[in-house]
């Protein structure tokens, strides 16, 4: 622990920090796992719609940078394209 006024203060902040990049993280992660496993087109474009919002805002608050999110969106596109091409 620390014994410092200011680090206290600091490691107070760290965990309420820790807490919400974590639940916004496993709430990008769980929407691409969505994608991933759906089961026909139809299901996989509505999931990956939601997981476009769901990434915006995540990197619109700052926790990933703009060009990992346009990777990540580029290849779940091309993930739901090819369920497309298989019927």
Same mark, same amino acid.
């Given at each position: 622990?620390p014994?410092?006024k200011?680090q206290?203060?600091r490691?107070r902040?760290d965990?309420?920090?820790?807490?919400?990049? #974590?639940s916004?993280?496993?709430?990008? *992660?769980? !929407?691409?796992? /969505?994608?991933l496993?759906? %089961?026909?087109y139809?299901?996989a474009?509505e999931?990956l719609?939601?997981?476009y919002e769901?990434?915006d805002?995540?990197?619109? #608050?700052g926790?990933?940078?703009k060009? *990992?999110a !346009?990777r990540? /969106?580029?290849?779940?596109t %091309?993930?739901?394209?090819s369920?497309?091409?298989e019927?």
């Open positions: 622990m014994n410092i200011q206290k203060k490691l902040k965990k309420k920090l820790y807490k919400k990049n #974590k916004i993280k496993t709430r990008v *992660k769980n !929407a691409k796992k /969505k994608v496993n759906s %089961k026909d139809k299901e474009s999931n719609k939601r997981f769901v990434m805002k995540a990197v619109k #608050k926790y990933y940078h060009n *990992k !346009a990540n /969106k580029s290849q779940l %091309k993930y739901v394209n369920l497309k091409e019927k």
